[in-house]
């Protein structure tokens, strides 16, 4: 078989060591406490992605928030740094090649390294059955979605390794795990990342960067708004949940505490599913549906 690797792509894979690095220790009364670490999370200005910046911040990482305008992050960083915290914002696309190498070396300047990556940055750029979508709207979803988590952990790996490990937390999606009407690229390129979590996690367990997922369903925020705020959508979209609501952004963040700190530093590959139900009740009539 040919080997089908780019060589534009970086080189992830790491030969397996003899003994792996001992993961740190866990402070049994804190364990949640991340005083030491240095996190940034991508796509942060808003909704999932700015309470998963300032749940990391408030248990005592530095936080590099990342977007692409620097006048929608400044009010997270400068929130956070007014709260007693420690962050900076960096802007930069999630779907350009190049961008993240800048965020990764803005970091180590800035914090000293790197412990945490959070990739939350999406887009769901077409609406309507997957075989009208046009080769420029693919790149564009898979560019920001896929291309863009596997380059940032490639920026960021050197400076895992200088500290002995790391955590990738990948934001997916149900939508990754069932098709959903009218956004299949995105249940497509949502699928795509499930499936690099877990390549990931193999790659790379010998430097001891555990790498998971997170697959909200359901959440309000301003990307799911076209679902929620109008009255038949959200109908439809909470007649299938059996808690029949609509998530809080800050209900995402304690699996992300989790995959993020010491408690998982045997869970690798996995993804934590946060949907009310969703997922288990696809196509089950739902007591008072």
Not at 197 to 218: H, I, K, R, Y
Not at 270 to 285: E, S, W, Y
Request: aromatic share 4%; charged share 15%; proline share 7%.
């Amino acid at each position: 078989m040919p080997d089908l690797r780019s060589a534009a792509e970086p080189e992830l894979h790491a030969e397996p060591n003899d003994q792996a690095p001992a993961p740190r220790a866990v402070n049994n009364a804190a364990p949640f406490v991340l005083a030491d670490r240095v996190a940034i999370v991508t796509g942060a200005s808003r909704g999932i992605g700015r309470a998963i910046a300032e749940s990391l911040a408030a248990a005592g990482a530095a936080v590099v928030v990342v977007g692409r305008r620097a006048e929608t992050l400044a009010p997270v960083a400068d929130g956070i740094v007014a709260s007693g915290g420690r962050s900076i914002a960096v802007a930069a696309n999630a779907g350009a090649p190049d961008a993240f190498a800048a965020v990764a070396e803005a970091a180590v300047a800035a914090f000293g390294g790197i412990d945490i990556l959070v990739n939350n940055a999406g887009t769901c750029p077409h609406y309507g059955p997957i075989v009208t979508a046009d080769d420029g709207v693919w790149d564009k979803t898979m560019d920001v979605n896929v291309r863009g988590p596997l380059r940032s952990v490639a920026a960021c790996l050197p400076a895992f390794r200088a500290r002995g490990g790391g955590k990738v937390i990948h934001v997916a999606s149900v939508a990754g795990l069932m098709p959903q009407p009218s956004v299949g690229l995105y249940c497509v390129s949502k699928a795509a990342l499930l499936m690099l979590t877990e390549v990931l996690a193999v790659e790379l367990a010998a430097d001891n960067v555990q790498v998971n997922a997170v697959a909200p369903g359901f959440v309000k925020t301003r990307f799911s708004q076209a679902i929620w705020d109008a009255p038949a959508s959200a109908t439809g979209a909470l007649a299938v949940i059996p808690q029949r609501r609509f998530a809080d952004p800050s209900e995402i963040v304690g699996a992300v505490l989790y995959l993020a700190g010491p408690l998982s530093s045997f869970t690798t590959g996995a993804t934590l599913v946060v949907d009310g139900g969703q997922r288990l009740a696809a196509g089950l009539p739902l007591a008072g549906g």
